[in-house]
């Protein structure tokens, strides 16, 4: 079904509006100095000094042993990663729906703003914080003792951004998909701790129970950790590939869905 | 020229917001869209920008790129994270003029309505007229050559609204289109060409302003100031001269939207204190003033041609009855 024959009127060319649209989603979301501060550092640092770091602790049996810590610490840097890239699910909700709500979207729409051009504006700030809390937190870890080689930084960067926006273009379908705030407000709680805890985020796979691991089957999140962590461990290998490709579909995929179905609201009490 | 052709609508819930509406507008005028709240002047603005999609038929809106099109939505169309600038910088920035540009249009756009000195400020700091005008602004900056404007007068003070009006004129004489509803009329009848009126969906007029005027308002407004009081029995000794008048005001200041309903002619056993506002059939001014000069000392007397707003409520009543009142 084509959802946009509404819209048959041409913008200004897409390289052009999408710059301006990204110099005004810069601003909106940097309005608030304190609040990118918590974000790119306090929120990375906080899941690596508070959570990471006590957790590879008590793995290493709490012998004290630096070795025991950092082995931990290894596994726990890719782990802190993927969730800063699950994160991006409620930034673009939040973006989105705001946009949209607003009247905002329907107004760049009308414009001639194209739905991918208009999906980049919202997704690229989210996407360049994320990618801030990446270095804040490889840069943290490399204080610690992590040393990670380049071509390793490079693949847990590189599958980081296919797992944020993935969860970018989740939010969003979630914002088209689930028209009442409310709802929407429900099915994130329902989803979220699931998601998050399901996957083997701060403990090996292997330690799950049954359930857990059948659950952590059918997360994504599993697959971006798991790809992180091989990154790590065996590098840059060949066998990592298929499984990128994979997660790299996925994402198109559901980036493909959400500018299919974005469709404007007129600001919201003239409905 | 925008041309509207069979353009229907009906919302999901069943209820239908157009039925069948067609019209043509040519190049340089500026359109009053009519009608009472409901009447489906959202929806076809909302079509006519291709916010939401029609039942049936069509909108050519005699242009292809979407920088020629300004909307103005009478809800609040702002980015809470910005300030006033960079919210009307959306407009000329969307159409292409670089970001130097956008900023030099926006501020004289912001000095049009009145805003200069908050442009600096936060959106969510300002009130809802002071929104209104940062949405007008965002249109008028954009320069575009067709523009729907959704209650663009609606928390104006007079002198804004004046300025905000004459450029629209000046606008629409250098070619542009603008189509604007506003329950305002006394404030945008002065420079609109044509009236579309609907009513429950439908087109039921469209026509130039002083042709909707004549046609829905037979009727001279004549303003009455005398000294003391009328008392009933006048009226009732002119009651057949007065047959078809509606008063309008009487005896305190005339709110705008507020119809007293009826005394002159109903058999009102209370006196009537000055002054007197009442549209009476064409040609019974003089007669009425003779009655009136017999019985009072009538200080003030005028006689004016009806306004829009004379004859949209005339039609109302025609059409509607009594439930248009108060």
């Given at each position: 079904m084509n959802r946009h024959p509404i819209r048959t009127l041409t913008g200004i060319p897409s390289t052009r509006s999408l710059w301006f649209l990204l110099r005004q989603e810069t601003k909106a979301l940097t309005a608030v100095p304190g609040e990118v501060v918590v974000e790119v550092f306090l929120s990375p640092l906080g899941y690596l000094f508070l959570l990471g770091a006590g957790i590879s602790g008590m793995l290493a049996g709490g012998s004290g042993s630096n070795e025991a810590f950092l082995a931990n610490l290894w596994f726990m840097v890719p782990g802190i990663v993927a969730i800063q890239a699950f994160f991006a699910i409620s930034a673009s909700m939040y973006r989105l729906q705001a946009d949209r709500q607003s009247g905002m979207m329907a107004m760049k729409l009308v414009q001639g703003v194209r739905p991918v051009v208009y999906t980049v504006s919202i997704f690229a700030i989210p996407l360049v914080r994320f990618l801030a809390q990446v270095i804040v937190l490889l840069t943290a870890a490399w204080v610690l003792g992590i040393r990670m080689t380049a071509s390793e930084v490079g693949l847990v960067v590189m599958v980081g951004v296919i797992a944020a926006v993935t969860w970018l273009a989740v939010g969003g379908l979630l914002v088209f998909l689930v028209r009442k705030q409310t709802n929407r407000a429900v099915v994130m709680r329902v989803l979220s701790l699931p998601l998050m805890f399901s996957a083997?985020?701060?403990?090996?796979?292997?330690?799950?129970?049954a359930y857990l691991r059948t659950l952590a089957f059918f997360n994504p999140l599993t697959y971006h950790l798991e790809l992180m962590r091989g990154s790590v461990q065996?590098?840059?290998?060949?066998?990592?590939w298929p499984v990128v490709l994979a997660l790299l579909i996925v994402s198109t995929v559901t980036l493909t869905v959400l500018v299919s179905i974005a469709q404007p609201l007129p600001a919201q009490d003239n409905v | 020229m925008v041309v509207v052709r069979n353009l229907s609508k009906r919302y999901?819930?069943?209820?239908?917001?157009?039925?069948?509406v067609s019209f043509t507008i040519g190049d340089g005028r500026v359109v009053l869209l009519l009608?009472?709240?409901?009447?489906?002047k959202t929806s076809l603005i909302h079509i006519a920008c291709q916010v939401i999609r029609a039942t049936s038929g069509s909108v050519d809106l005699?242009?292809?790129?979407?920088?020629?099109l300004g909307w103005c939505s009478?809800?609040?169309?702002?980015?809470?994270?910005?300030?006033v600038l960079d919210n009307v910088c959306y407009g000329p920035g969307m159409a292409g003029f670089s970001v130097g540009e956008a900023r030099r249009r926006a501020s004289e756009a912001l000095e049009l309505v009145g805003l200069q000195g908050e442009a600096?400020?936060?959106?969510?700091?300002?009130s809802g007229g002071q929104l209104q005008r940062v949405q007008v602004a965002r249109v008028i900056a954009a320069r575009p050559s067709v523009m729907f404007l959704d209650e663009?007068?609606?928390?104006?003070d007079a002198w804004t609204t004046l300025s905000l009006m004459e450029d629209i004129r000046r606008r629409a004489d250098d070619g542009a289109i603008v189509i604007v509803s506003s329950h305002e009329l006394d404030s945008v009848e002065e420079y609109c060409d044509e009236v579309l009126l609907l009513d429950k969906g439908r087109l039921v007029s469209h026509a130039s302003a002083d042709e909707f005027t004549r046609t829905w308002s037979d009727k001279e407004r004549v303003f009455i100031e005398f000294e003391g009081r009328l008392p009933a029995s006048f009226l009732h000794r002119v009651q057949g001269l007065l047959s078809g008048a509606e008063l309008v005001?009487?005896?305190k200041p005339t709110s705008r939207s507020g119809v007293v309903q009826g005394q002159v002619h109903d058999g009102s056993e209370s006196d009537v204190s000055s002054p007197i506002d009442v549209l009476l059939p064409a040609g019974k001014s003089l007669l009425l003033l003779k009655e009136l000069v017999s019985v009072v000392s009538v200080t003030q007397f005028r006689v004016d041609r009806p306004t829009l707003a004379d004859a949209f409520l005339s039609f109302q009543r025609t059409v509607h009855g009594r439930e248009v009142a108060g």
């Open positions: 083997p985020t701060f403990y090996p796979l292997e330690s799950m129970p065996i590098g840059p290998s060949w066998l990592l | 999901a819930n069943g209820k239908s917001a157009l039925e069948d009608g009472r709240n409901g009447a489906g005699g242009i292809t790129h979407g920088r020629e009478q809800s609040q169309m702002i980015d809470w994270w910005l300030s600096a400020r936060n959106c969510s700091e300002l663009p007068t609606v928390g104006l005001g009487s005896g």
